[in-house]
């Protein structure tokens, strides 16, 4: 599950074994029910693999109440735009150090992170932030949905001058992820979700973090944490350091639109991959079991199945409802992560690189 600002376990979820079994994972983040006979469900879609599964429709979810199939023109069941109960926001961590801000690629890291930007504001708030040796990060642009208006901006980063040349890749990370905390406590959506991305050409230089104090910080933060590399002076394993989610290397500056382009899909995907499916209960009373059931089709033809369940009290239920209504997911009393995090997933390769024993991976092999 993408792991985020949201408290541990409300304890309402029997979550099908068969979930797993059958080829979807079903990731339950929330659930409400209200009068007059609303209920929605907040959940994520993915493959065993850990593979963000996105674009679903309405059609292609059944709902069962009691074991019983719910009629989809009874409950006019609908999926609702997330951004009503969800707040999206992704940084981008650009190294300007003198390696990159002095060189020949500077100009197409800049391009790369405008296209990332442009690519991933469609479903997230997006801000970019540059470091070098210094102690803070550089705001390039702050959280915004509008990928053109901040255009303008991030080509800056073709000009940008460091105050100090060296590389504080650790402090910036740790800075990064408080600013992404700050940023997201501001937040008026009941639900929160983050997601760093790093760029880099190199280690660590600056010494003004250690390592440890950096591996620590990651390992404690709710959020996905990719990483980019590019040049030699990169290994697999020490980005693998940073991109605790995934990493794309690029060797050369040629290759650093598509090590940027990589990332930007997965991330866009997988928010489009969360589902807040509402529907109008039959029910008029009692507690009741509503289980959502996915069905998939992948490019190969093969159909996959997933679901998950979970409990509502249908007390005062009557006529009336309108599925569009904006669920009441009230985190602050409690009701929020309906299950168990289940096991992270492997660390995705996006674009170059490769761990051993595990076939890299690339946008466009998805």
């Not at 600002?5 to 979550?15: G, K, M, V």
């Not at 402090?171 to 979700?193: C, R, T, W, Y």
């Not at 760093?196 to 390992?219: C, I, K, N, P, Q």
């Not at 490019?299 to 569009?324: I, R, S």
């Amino acid at each position: 599950m993408r792991t985020r600002l949201l408290p541990l376990l409300f304890a309402s979820l029997a979550l099908s074994a068969s979930a797993c079994a059958s080829g979807l994972e079903l990731t339950p983040i929330q659930r409400s029910s209200k009068k007059p006979s609303n209920v929605a469900v907040y959940f994520r879609v993915s493959t065993r693999k850990g593979d963000p599964v996105a674009n679903l429709s309405a059609e292609q979810f059944a709902i069962y109440e009691d074991d019983k199939l719910v009629s989809t023109y009874e409950s006019q069941q609908t999926i609702l735009n997330p951004e009503v109960a969800a707040a999206h926001y992704t940084l981008l961590l650009v190294d300007m150090s003198g390696s990159v801000s002095e060189s020949d690629g500077r100009e197409k890291v800049a391009k790369a992170a405008a296209v990332f930007t442009e690519k991933v504001s469609t479903n997230n708030r997006v801000a970019i932030y540059a470091f070098d040796g210094s102690e803070d990060l550089y705001r390039i642009t702050d959280f915004s949905k509008s990928g053109t208006a901040v255009q303008g901006k991030v080509e800056g980063l073709a000009k940008f001058e460091p105050k100090d040349p060296s590389t504080n890749l650790n402090g910036a990370v740790i800075a990064a992820l408080a600013q992404l905390d700050e940023s997201l406590e501001k937040a008026k959506e009941p639900l929160k979700f983050g997601t760093l991305v790093v760029f880099t050409d190199g280690t660590d230089r600056a010494a003004r973090v250690s390592d440890d104090e950096v591996a620590e910080a990651l390992e404690g933060s709710k959020h996905e944490v990719f990483a980019i590399g590019l040049g030699a002076e990169l290994s697999q394993e020490d980005l693998d350091r940073v991109g605790k989610t995934g990493t794309a290397l690029a060797t050369d500056n040629a290759s650093i639109g598509d090590a940027f382009a990589a990332v930007a899909e997965h991330v866009e995907e997988t928010t489009k991959s969360y589902y807040l499916l509402s529907y109008c209960s039959p029910a008029r009373a009692g507690e009741h079991e509503v289980r959502v059931e996915a069905n998939f089709e992948d490019e190969k033809g093969k159909k996959q199945k997933g679901e998950l369940a979970t409990n509502f009290d249908a007390e005062g239920f009557g006529p009336k409802c309108d599925p569009n209504q904006a669920p009441d997911f009230d985190v602050s009393k409690g009701d929020a992560l309906l299950g168990d995090e289940p096991p992270p997933k492997e660390r995705r390769r996006l674009f170059g690189g490769k761990a051993k024993g595990e076939a890299s991976a690339s946008a466009s092999s998805k």
